[in-house]
């Protein structure tokens, strides 16, 4: 099941609302397109579906999805240049790979499954369980 961009948001803030509450969120699984996989050549962080919900990062040509949503309260994160995560809102720092380094959020930030589909382009899964 493929969803929109707004589809998409609705259901990272479900994501976001159930971490905070700190209840299980149970989702369908659905996808969203983020375009060519080509479009995400060279390692790094991709910072252009942070307000959708996740960050594309491509490590040693792997690419993989990460939540951008803090899992305290359910604000966004942001990149800083050394690839960690920063929460503006309460402080919580995550490493590169999303884990955890000061609180106060205690769950890291969670990989979304990616798949590359047979047109080449990147589908990002927000599944939930
Ligand atoms: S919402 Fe991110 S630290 Fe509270």
Do not use: W
């Not at 790094?44 to 491509?58: E, S």
């Not at 929460?87 to 000061?102: A, I, L």
């Amino acid at each position: 099941m493929s969803i929109n961009r707004r589809e998409f948001m609705i259901l990272s803030a479900a994501v976001a609302a159930g971490c905070a509450a700190n209840q299980p969120v149970h989702l369908q699984p659905t996808s969203f397109d983020a375009g060519p996989a080509s479009d995400y050549n060279g390692d790094g962080v991709y910072t252009q579906f942070r307000d959708q919900g996740f960050f594309i990062i491509r490590r040693n040509g792997k690419l993989t999805a990460l939540s951008s949503i803090c899992t305290h309260r359910g604000c966004k994160v942001t990149e800083l240049p050394d690839t960690s995560y920063h929460c503006k809102c309460h402080g919580s720092n995550y490493d590169p790979s999303g884990k955890v380094t000061h609180g106060p959020a205690i769950h890291d930030l969670p990989e979304l499954p990616t798949s590359i589909d047979a047109n080449g382009r990147l589908i990002i899964g927000a599944t939930a369980a």
